[in-house]
């Protein structure tokens, strides 16, 4: 006897007893059948026709016209049927979706590197993490034979995969630039010029892209419309916004940047963030951007990846542990 | 939140009025609404967002697509009313040099 068969006995037992003692357990197992017929994909239809042989085998002078009435509502069902299989269908559809995002979110993670080059006078530390499985934000870290540091912290805006499949046209345009001998500006207008041949009219990418160098201990920086971050200046013991302008890549092949610089000296520390930090919400409103600087000196004492982990916990608790936004944040700390 | 647009269409002179929030899910519907309107020579199309309280970026992505089209098309694509928040975002994103951007006023939706 298969299962179906021997569902169908159960069924057949159940209703029979129920019949007759109208006893509560009989619909307990009913409810245990029903579970049955789901898990092993029984149409309503073939439920109703269980239901009239059932009857037929208690009943065997089953009156005629509640026979036929039967017939009725078994042809009544068979929609249903067919939305239930539809419904079977679009389910193992959006597995295979979802197996596939994951693939591509696993492969997106390698583009993403997760070393961070050790430095002797910088301390650095880099979190990012993505609201869905695909991340929007991008960041990337080099180190010159100089000893000096390159990074760059982007936001690719339009969400999803086409934003993570924009993330491989940056990362590849970045590794095929000189970037210790070029300035920020010539980088961030040679990036430019190949992100606005590529990309769909509504996309753009945000960029904050700079440089440490140690022989004149001077931080040289670039910003694409990207969300300022800050300074912390150690002997002023304050922060002050990072001030630079510039256009979003992607508007226009022809935009030029400006290279800022800061002397940077011991203790002082440079933040670096995605919108995603700054648009944290607490219930419904809005936090403000001092909010940041807040957590971030209550834990500005511990190493900078330690830093960036604690800021991200922290927000991560606020917002109940659904991140609405890619959250990235950098911090710089000079040691020596 | 839900994102209301009416168009109102005069002589070489649209105006858009939009209420609400701009975000990933209403902005489909503006573009939807705004793209064609760029599409026609010599024409202002005036995009009042006195009543948008909130945009995020991919809201400020069906501006750009637009701006971009208007371009293309010679028609002029002017904003107007813009709530302190939704401009800052035009102001980091140095979107304010280069589109047309008239009066801002202050928060008044929070």
């Known amino acids: 006897m298969d299962t179906k068969d021997l569902d169908a006995r159960n069924y057949t037992e159940l209703l029979k007893g129920y019949v007759k003692t109208r006893d509560e357990r009989a619909l307990y197992g009913a409810e245990q059948i029903s579970k049955t017929f789901i898990k092993n994909n029984i149409l309503p239809e073939e439920i109703v026709n269980l239901h009239i042989q059932a009857l037929l085998e208690i009943y065997p002078e089953l009156h005629d016209k509640i026979q036929s009435s039967m017939n009725f509502l078994l042809e009544a069902m068979i929609s249903y049927g067919l939305a239930h299989q539809e419904y079977q269908i679009l389910r193992e559809k959006q597995f295979e979706i979802k197996s596939e995002i994951h693939v591509a979110a696993r492969m997106q993670k390698m583009l993403l590197q997760s070393n961070i080059p050790k430095l002797e006078d910088i301390d650095l530390g880099i979190i990012s993490v993505p609201a869905n499985q695909m991340n929007g934000d991008y960041h990337h870290v080099v180190k010159g034979k100089d000893g000096s540091i390159s990074i760059a912290i982007a936001d690719i805006i339009g969400k999803g995969i086409p934003a993570a499949l924009s993330m491989s046209m940056i990362k590849y345009a970045l590794d095929s630039f000189p970037e210790n001998i070029m300035s920020t500006d010539a980088i961030l207008a040679s990036l430019n010029r190949v992100v606005e041949r590529n990309i769909d009219p509504s996309m753009f990418i945000t960029m904050f892209y700079a440089q440490y160098k140690p022989d004149t201990g001077k931080f040289y920086y670039s910003s694409a419309g990207h969300e300022p971050g800050f300074f912390y200046h150690s002997k002023e013991n304050s922060f002050t916004e990072i001030e630079a302008k510039g256009l979003v890549l992607g508007v226009n092949p022809d935009t030029t940047y400006l290279q800022y610089e800061q002397e940077i000296v011991k203790g002082d520390m440079i933040i670096l963030l995605t919108d995603g930090v700054t648009e944290c919400r607490k219930g419904e409103q809005f936090i403000e951007r001092e909010e940041v600087l807040e957590v971030i000196r209550t834990f500005m004492h511990l190493p900078a990846q330690e830093i960036v982990n604690q800021v991200y916990r922290y927000f991560e608790r606020l917002q109940n542990f659904q991140l609405r936004d890619d959250f990235t944040l950098a911090i710089l700390k000079k040691v020596v | ?110």
Not at chain 2, 63 to 71: D, E, M, Q, R, V
């Open chain 2, 1 to 110: 939140m839900n994102l209301q647009i009416q168009i109102n269409e005069q002589e070489n002179k649209s105006i858009i009025h939009l209420s609400g929030e701009i975000d990933v899910y209403t902005a489909p519907k503006l573009k939807e609404a705004l793209l064609p309107l760029t599409k026609e020579k010599d024409t202002i199309i005036e995009a009042n967002l006195e009543h948008v309280s909130y945009m995020d970026s991919t809201g400020l992505g069906v501006f750009i697509n637009a701006l971009k089209l208007s371009k293309e098309y010679e028609s002029k694509l002017r904003l107007v009313n813009l709530q302190e928040r939704v401009f800052r975002l035009f102001q980091i994103t140095g979107l304010h040099e280069i589109m047309d951007i008239h009066s801002t006023i202050r928060g008044v939706d929070g």
